[in-house]
């Protein structure tokens, strides 16, 4: 969806028929990338290839996409969101304490979600262009916030380890997040307790029982 539609969208209290068809239409066009992407690779699927899956033609195709990155950068803007939204479903009411453990624990093992190692794939065509990208920079602005957020009141009540800026902590966790090494498609459940054991390690924060 571009940013006219957007505005368009933010102006009249519904989508226009027209409107709900091309948003649906461009989601089953992601949806087939993803699908042709997980089983052969970001460089080696086509546009061609693309559109047969999505069943529409190349034309169409161009009318959602301008460009190869263009693509991975909405499929990178969608992942970016499924992260904020898995985020925002930890309670804030929960103490401290265990909400950052459990924000912790939702990245990891979204991070190393067998399902979502092609966004590792996209990442290397998408982190040269994503700073030109508003979308993404909101985002990934709003979600470090939080993480700083929980930190520093973390720090506060005597939680988390406080020879180190919640600042700092903040950019060595999203640093490691943004790690491709982490994302391995064999990984298991098993392997993210063990990734975020090393995060609670990390934070000062003890191994829970």
Do not use: W
């Not at 969208?9 to 709900?20: A, H, L, T, Y």
């Not at 920079?137 to 020879?163: K, P």
């Not at 459940?189 to 829970?208: C, H």
């Amino acid at each position: 969806m571009d940013g006219k539609t957007a505005i368009t969208r933010g102006v009249n209290s519904k989508p226009s028929i027209k409107e709900r068809q091309r948003a649906q239409r461009e989601e089953a066009i992601l949806d087939s990338a993803v699908k042709l992407i997980a089983e052969r690779g970001f460089a080696s699927v086509t546009f061609e290839q693309i559109a047969d899956e999505a069943c529409v033609s190349k034309p169409t195709l161009y009318q959602h996409f301008r460009s190869k990155d263009d693509l991975a950068m909405h499929l990178s803007l969608r992942c970016m969101n499924l992260v904020r939204d898995r985020v925002l479903s930890v309670p804030s009411d929960m103490p401290v304490g265990v909400r950052l453990r459990q924000v912790m624990r939702t990245v990891v093992e979204f991070r190393l979600d067998k399902r979502l190692s092609l966004y590792a794939d996209l990442a290397q065509h998408v982190l040269p262009i994503r700073h030109g990208i508003p979308e993404i920079n909101q985002i990934e602005t709003e979600l470090i916030g939080q993480l700083e957020s929980m930190i520093d009141e973390a720090q506060t009540q005597g939680i988390v380890r406080s020879d180190l800026s919640a600042s700092f902590m903040c950019q060595i966790l999203v640093s490691i997040f943004k790690d491709q090494t982490y994302v391995d498609p064999s990984a298991t459940l098993e392997t993210a307790e063990i990734f975020t054991a090393e995060i609670f390690t990390l934070l000062g924060m003890p191994a829970l029982d």
